[in-house]
């Protein structure tokens, strides 16, 4: 099965006239058995590339040009026949396993779904089928899960219920948008796993849609670049990531948080007598029940320090409490047990009067820059927010000026402080709340999951941001991530964490180059990196050329 | 990071239509309601024995009713009875209805409970059951109508500014207004309210129509406005005497009301399709 | 799962709890002296203290409200001072006019309201979308005594196929029924517009999820991806305002059974109001009340089955 895609253009519509076009000009081919990846930043295209391929453009956009699927064009094919193409020849799982499958339906019964439609059998038979692609896919405890419904899933479990969906009529190709992207890291490396397993044992081809390089490094054997909705570069993927041919994807591989950048520079050594600007010791944090009995424990018994001028970063997955972490360091929430150590001093035994003085000292970044802006107020009024806690501070024209040099430090005008939050970009909008963190000149910035919103390229700036906050003005920041690499670039000391507890601390470089804990061990192998050989889906190790060790 | 969502996407004219009516119509209304405060093209209660009962285009716009009365005249006053009660009504309402919404979503826990165990009660009494009830006291009137009806908006604005003020408090902007050593009650003020004012007002809108159909119910039964007030849901219930030989008497009022209802359910849903972004492309 | 039906039906009591001590106290213990009220400002105070006892309003409150509660059980609720019978009797024998009429009702614009919106919500912004939504609008704006009146105008006065209005008792169930059917008709037009627009809004709503791309991906047909997926799972907004419209659908009834004359629970309110007969009047409100809560509470026990989501973790 070859599927040769001919892509003239995707335009938008309106009562049949084109008003915008939004993809234009993609060319490619992926023969029998092959790997492909489309690359690009949000509003690339790809992801429409990938529905103009299975039919299912939102209604208002158009598809012109040839879509040649074992020399029948999908883009002519009236609808029940292309609707009888839809799954049986081309399966397509998607980005949210949390909400890609019916809530109301028992898993069992979407998969034998998808095989009722297109094949001729008796529904038990279908039963039989699905409960044999749950064991394909490896789905622990098959038989009884196979009358689950999702909610009762893990994301990991519910992705792979969406591979057996997609698999279930037997396609000759699966493309996969963004299938991991909302997966933990082990998680996500399981689902590569089994996607590189399958198409090597069924001989499927995969066209695989992500922004994240390392993940198309580590599963598609040539890789398409797309930017604006063209098509900037396309090859072997080793080629194309390592020697690229065009500047954008050149900046594009330069923005991937790199091994090298954070892990060179030493901290400085703390000035001696000086207290740490944060120190927590055997923090704990417990849930209870109504009658008392614990529930969960978030945090269990945490202890590190921050000195002045440095950045700690918390690497962990989802469910691990660093956010409960996070948010007890901001003092929004009151700890089970434990001292939180602002300077010297507990946060928590003062008063809240005192406790809301002592905030002028520390502030904290958000994850969404869309949620983290109030849209109705003023990026002038947004930034000059935290003064509030100052009963000092100034009014007026003063206040005015503040806020300008805020806007400044981060890269912003003095002007833009009259607009609104909608007028700006993802990258800008995160700017300012980090313009509003600092305007009460912090020691202590902590920094929830600060760019994992963000495209690459603009994430390398806001990192570079941060970088130079620490070194420019001497800000400590508490920067928190599941991303290995986004946290392996920008901290000087590093903590990771698991089920509410450090498994390990220390140096970065100590951290990430000889990881001590079994745990950090798995999370450094899991995560997909581009300078490793492909790993998933390879038949034979050896016609694999590997790059030299980065 | 999917670029792509299955709805449709937006599209200019075909959603400020409704827009457009919604203004014209309801504006019409209200401007009919004011202009019969000072001119009416007959005196709304004189009435005039000769001419009973004469159909319309004959004497008047919508004919007499059986006292001679004109009736057009009849429902411009009506309109501004009615649009008066109910604006008064609505506006109960919001005031009490966000306060106590807002402070549920705000404070959550025990009072939360309490305040919307409270607004489920008070919602099993539909506004005709409550003016039954307090008529029965205190006897029927416009106070009346304004009382059951309002009464019976404080639980809707209760939900609906519970529901929008819940969403916004979702947001990380609260918890950075939290981190900036604000409370509850001064991020209510600050980011809660000018966000769902959006909201409250689309709905009150909607509620302005609905409490126009309720109060015509109402004075159907004689539980609103006492005569001679001229009140569109009376004039119906008068009008039902004289169904076979004055069938205009019946259809007038009825329009009047529909599209006075009408006019304001469009302006809500026009402001809706405007102005929320949730509902983009989906009128 | 049983933790939360227990859950559900305590809420479900409290709240009928709540409803009767407001009912109780807005009839009972506001307004001074209902034996007054009744009888009359010109009535002789001797006149009124019999008619205090006879009605059992010499009682202290917390006993005139047990004794009432209990005799919801048991079936007395009291004696109508206006018509002198049991006013449990008045409510049982209007309720055979009453509850048919709201399921008429309910089953009409159910099955005219949801099936529109389906249909609507299918053919987006094409000639079956815009009628409905017509339809929807304007049937909102119709007052349902209106209705009512219109509807008797053209098939009752103009066109003679019914009659204008009365009941004559299920001694013949296919008389009682076309007796109803106009008024059920009237009652069902606003509540099938309402659940067009909610049906169809709710339906689009879903169609924007998530699952429905994936349906669609397997190859389903468009019916099946519309009614096994998006349907499916609108059903919960979708009851969601069935519940919260059944308050509208009684005041309707009410509204209704004074246009067409019918001997129901509603029209005894209003009789009941022009007499002044609290003590009907305080059960008949009590029942409406009750009615809806139970319908809400019902409603509330639907998601159970038809969100899985709700019914907690295995």
Known sequence: ?550 | MSDVSATPPRFGTGLNLRLTLGIVISGLVAALALLSLVWTPQPPTKMRMAMKLKPPLESGLAGTDAFGRDIFSQIMVGAWNSLSIAVVAVAIGVVFGVALGATAAAKRGFVEEVIMRMADVVFAFPALISAIMIAALVGAGAKTAIIAIGVFNIPVFIRVSRGLAQRVWANDFCLAAQAAGKGAFRITIDHILPNIAGGIAIQATIQIGLAILVEAGLSYLGLSLSPPAPSWGRMLSDAQTYLSQAPWMAIAPGIAVAVAVLGFNLLGDGLRDRFDPRREGRP | MRAILLGRLGSFLLTLLIASLLVFASMDLLPGNAAAILLGTAARPDTIAALEQQLGLDQPAYVRYLTWIAGAFTGDLGQSASYGVPVAGLIGERLAVTMPLALMALVIAVGIGVPLGVAAAARWRQGPDRAASVFAQVGIAIPDFWFGLLLILLFSTTLQWFSAGGFPGWGDPLAALKALLLPAIALALPQAAILTRVTRSAVLDVSGEDYIRTAQAKGLTEGRVLWKHAVRNALVPIATIIGLQFSFLVAGAVLVENVFNLPGIGRLAYQALSQRDLVVIRSVAMFFAGLVILVNFLVDLSYLWLDPRMRGRR
């Not at chain 1, 058995?33 to 453009?57: F, N, P, W």
């Not at chain 1, 660093?322 to 946060?347: A, Y």
């Not at chain 1, 912003?412 to 402080?417: E, F, I, V, Y």
């Not at chain 1, 202590?444 to 130079?468: K, N, Y």
């Open chain 1, 1 to 550: 099965m070859t599927l040769s895609v001919s892509l003239d253009s995707i335009t938008l519509t309106s009562g049949g006239r084109p008003i915008r076009t939004l993809v234009e000009d993609i060319r490619f081919t992926i023969p029998n058995g092959t790997t492909m990846g489309i690359v690009g930043e949000s509003g690339s295209g790809k992801s429409l590339t990938s529905l103009a391929i299975m039919g299912l453009l939102p209604a208002g956009m158009q598809a012109r040009g040839r879509i040649d699927l074992d020399g029948t064009d999908l883009l002519s094919l009236p609808r029940e026949a292309m609707r009888k193409v839809r799954g049986a020849r081309i399966g397509m799982i998607f980005q949210e396993p949390m909400t890609a499958l019916n809530p109301a339906m028992r898993i069992g019964d979407q998969i034998a779904e998808g095989l009722l439609a297109h094949k001729a059998i008796s529904r038990a038979e279908a039963r039989r089928e699905a409960l044999r692609l749950l064991d394909r896919v490896h789905m622990p405890n098959a038989a009884r899960r196979i009358d689950s419904y999702p909610h009762e899933l893990s994301g990991g479990q519910r992705q792979r219920v969406g591979i057996a969906i997609a698999l279930a009529p037997g396609p000759s190709i699966l493309i996969a948008d963004e299938p991991t992207t909302a997966l933990d890291v082990t998680v996500q490396a399981e689902v590569l796993a089994l996607l590189g397993e399958l198409i090597r044992d069924l001989d499927m081809s995969l066209l695989m849609i992500s922004h994240d390089l390392g993940v198309i490094a580590s599963i598609c054997e040539k890789t398409l670049v797309m930017k604006s909705g063209r098509q900037i570069e396309s090859g072997d993927t080793e080629q194309v990531l390592h020697r690229p041919g065009d500047a954008y994807t050149r900046r594009l591989v330069a923005a991937m948080p790199h091994r090298d950048e954070g892990a060179g520079r030493m901290p400085p050594p703390p000035p001696p007598g000086e207290p740490p600007v944060l120190e927590v010791k055997d923090l704990r944090r417990e849930y209870r029940g109504l009658s008392g009995q614990v529930l969960t424990t978030a945090v269990d018994g945490v202890s590190f320090s921050v000195e002045r001028g440095t950045i700690f970063g918390i690497v962990g997955e989802s469910g691990c409490g660093k956010s409960t972490l996070s948010r007890i360091v901001m003092g929004l929430d009151r700890p089970t047990s434990g001292k939180v150590l602002f300077e010297g001093v507990n946060l928590f035994d003062r008063s809240p009067r005192e406790l809301l003085k002592a905030r002028l000292g520390f502030q904290m970044v958000f994850q969404d820059p869309q949620g983290s802006l109030d849209p109705r107020q003023r990026v002038g009024t947004i930034v000059a927010e935290p003064l509030y806690l100052d009963p000092n501070a100034p009014r007026g024209k003063q206040r005015e000026e503040l806020v300008a040099e805020a806007l400044r430090s981060v890269g912003l005008s003095p002007d833009d402080a009259r607009k609104y939050p909608h007028q700006f970009s993802g990258g800008q909008r995160q700017r300012i709340a980090i313009a509003r963190a600092l305007i009460c000149r912090p020691k202590l910035v902590v920094a929830d999951e600060p760019v994992s919103a963000l495209d690459l390229s603009v994430q390398a700036q806001v990192l570079d941001l941060i970088r130079e906050l620490r070194d420019r003005e001497g800000i400590a920041f508490l920067f928190i991530s599941h991303s290995l690499a986004v946290v392996e670039s920008i901290s000087d000391r590093v903590g990771v964490m698991n089920r509410g507890r450090f498994v390990e601390t220390g140096t970065a470089r100590e951290v990430f180059r000889n990881p001590r804990d079994p745990y950090t061990r798995r999370l450094i192998e899991a995560e997909p990196r581009i300078d490793q050989p492909r790993r998933y889906g390879v038949s034979h190790p050896t016609d694999i050329a590997i790059p030299a060790e980065g």
